[in-house]
């Protein structure tokens, strides 16, 4: 059995990580996303957009091993302010859908006392099962 190393064409190499591994039964594991973009850079130092740009991350990597959001069976936050994180659940929920629709995945959140990227506000990593996906 072998994994394919999944890597979003125009993104800044991982160091260290793969952005995604693609198993040969079609599970697709996407390592933790932030919200900077695929040059790693930050545009945003808001919550929100952060969380916008990590949900867009993950799907650029579900769509790169061939899959679509309806694909992602598991999504795992990380956050450093609950409170934050509760106060705007209205605004997560509208940008949650902008990105990846209707579609509503097992989910666990964790509030953690920081992330490896300073700038990072949160963290989300995912699972993705992407039938008859082909070994890229």
């Known amino acids: 059995m072998t994994n394919t190393v999944i890597q979003p064409a125009g993104w800044a190499p991982a160091k ?3 952005n995604g591994m693609l198993s040969a039964d079609g599970t697709l594991y996407v ?3 932030i919200g900077w973009t695929a040059e790693q850079v930050f545009e ?3 919550f929100i957009g952060q969380m916008e740009q990590a949900l867009r991350n993950i799907l650029d990597v579900v769509q790169a091993a061939g899959g679509q959001a309806e694909d992602i069976t598991r999504l795992t ?5 609950k409170k934050e994180y509760l106060a705007r ?5 509208d ?12 989910m666990s959140m964790l509030v953690v006392a920081g992330l490896v990227e300073d700038e990072a506000l949160l963290e989300i990593e995912a699972t993705a099962f992407i039938a008859g996906a082909k070994q890229v």
């Open 16 to 18: 260290g990580y793969a």
């Open 31 to 33: 390592g933790g996303q």
């Open 44 to 46: 945003t130092h808001d």
């Open 77 to 81: 936050w990380f956050v450093i302010n």
């Open 95 to 106: 940008v949650y859908r902008r990105v990846l629709g209707r579609h509503f995945p097992a």
């Open 89 to 93: 659940q209205r605004e997560i929920g």
